[in-house]
């Protein structure tokens, strides 16, 4: 193996990475104003692809407009999870909210299921399957598209943090209580952190969509999703795109080193270990805030 292979590998991997950080920033969105990991941030991904082909093959829009839509569909679709499932549980302990947005991954997988069926669906998006060449390297259009992409969010969303309504959510994630008394909608916030989580979930469906066609298997990218996003630190934005960018390099280039040798799997198993791992030494993560409290 020489030192071209590995470069290909690393950079195809850093792109792939970047591509899981957008899953990774939406568990981040909701994170920040309920301390909650959303386990249907996944469901919520592959979903935001099927309404893309809803508009793109049912409807007739251009992708140009389908794309568009779904975001506001899905916009719309995050608001409505806040409002009927979890504003109930104001007050109940997090673990029941924890369960509340896994018994959503479950119900919203089941209905795709139901009305979709399990046929892998291609979601054609006008990028080519031809490679870019950087010099003597190959590497996946595809992935530089979802790239670009994910870093455009990343500043997007790092501008919108600067807004007044930005502040008011960066207020709501730091304290419930102190920021109901000053007169802040904390509902509003929250309902706020879903819709640009679902938004930002649709990107994701889309783009993973269009490389391995639209089925039940995108609730996965929730594993990857939820591993950059611990890594990094649950309330760090920079941090999702820092992890995801290291994550997808090791992967990549231990797949590359191991498959050949352990028959494949190894991205799978770089992805538990990296989890578990981040956890057990340092469970805020890379670049998340260390709350210590005096008990």
Same mark, same amino acid.
């Given at each position: 193996?020489?030192?071209?292979?590995?470069?290909?590998?690393?950079?195809?991997?850093?792109?792939?990475?970047?591509?899981?950080?957008?899953?990774?920033? /939406?568990?981040?969105?909701?994170?920040?104003?309920?301390? $909650?990991?959303?386990?249907?941030?996944?469901?919520?991904?592959?979903?935001?692809?099927?309404?893309?082909?809803?508009?793109?093959?049912?409807? /007739?829009?251009? &992708?140009?407009?389908?794309?568009?839509?779904?975001?506001?569909?899905?916009?719309? @679709?995050?608001?409505?999870?806040? #409002? $009927?499932?979890?504003?109930?549980?104001?007050? #109940?302990?997090? $673990?029941?909210?924890? &369960?509340?947005?896994?018994?959503?991954?479950?119900?919203?997988?089941?209905?795709?299921?139901?009305?979709?069926?399990?046929?892998?669906?291609? %979601?054609?998006?006008?990028?080519?399957?031809?490679?870019?060449?950087?010099?003597?390297?190959?590497?996946?259009?595809?992935?530089?598209?979802?790239? @670009?992409?994910?870093?455009?969010?990343?500043? @997007?969303?790092?501008?919108?943090?600067?807004?007044?309504?930005?502040?008011? %959510?960066?207020?709501?994630?730091?304290?419930?209580?102190?920021?109901?008394?000053?007169?802040?909608?904390?509902?509003?916030? $929250?309902?706020?952190?879903?819709?640009?989580?679902?938004?930002? !979930?649709?990107? !994701?469906?889309?783009?993973?969509?269009?490389?391995?066609?639209?089925?039940?298997?995108?609730?996965?990218?929730?594993?990857?999703?939820?591993?950059?996003? @611990?890594?990094?630190? &649950?309330?760090?934005?920079?941090?999702?795109?820092?992890?995801?960018?290291?994550?997808?390099?090791?992967?990549?280039?231990?797949?590359?080193?191991?498959?050949?040798?352990?028959?494949? /799997?190894?991205?799978?198993?770089?992805?538990?270990?990296?989890?578990?791992?981040?956890?057990?030494? #340092?469970?805020?993560?890379?670049? /998340?805030?260390?709350?210590?409290?005096?008990?």
């Amino acid at each position: 193996m020489d030192l071209y292979y590995f470069l290909e590998l690393g950079i195809n991997g850093a792109l792939a990475g970047l591509m899981y950080s957008l899953v990774a920033m /939406g568990l981040v969105l909701i994170y920040k104003s309920s301390s $909650v990991p959303n386990l249907a941030q996944g469901a919520l991904t592959m979903v935001g692809a099927y309404v893309v082909l809803v508009f793109a093959d049912t409807v /007739g829009a251009p &992708m140009w407009a389908a794309i568009p839509l779904a975001m506001l569909t899905m916009c719309g @679709v995050g608001i409505g999870i806040e #409002r $009927v499932a979890l504003r109930r549980l104001a007050g #109940r302990p997090i $673990v029941m909210i924890l &369960m509340m947005t896994l018994g959503l991954d479950i119900f919203l997988r089941a209905t795709t299921m139901a009305i979709g069926g399990g046929t892998a669906r291609p %979601l054609n998006i006008g990028i080519s399957d031809d490679p870019l060449f950087l010099g003597p390297l190959l590497l996946n259009r595809a992935y530089v598209v979802g790239a @670009v992409v994910a870093l455009a969010l990343f500043v @997007v969303l790092l501008l919108f943090f600067r807004t007044r309504r930005g502040v008011v %959510l960066r207020a709501i994630s730091d304290d419930y209580t102190a920021s109901w008394s000053v007169g802040i909608s904390v509902e509003r916030g $929250v309902a706020l952190s879903w819709a640009l989580s679902s938004m930002v !979930a649709t990107a !994701a469906g889309v783009l993973w969509g269009s490389i391995q066609g639209v089925d039940q298997s995108l609730s996965l990218l929730l594993l990857k999703g939820i591993t950059v996003a @611990v890594l990094g630190g &649950m309330d760090s934005l920079g941090g999702a795109i820092l992890a995801g960018i290291g994550l997808g390099t090791l992967e990549a280039v231990a797949a590359g080193v191991l498959d050949p040798l352990l028959g494949g /799997g190894t991205r799978e198993l770089v992805v538990a270990l990296v989890l578990i791992l981040t956890i057990m030494v #340092r469970p805020h993560g890379l670049f /998340g805030r260390h709350d210590i409290e005096r008990l």
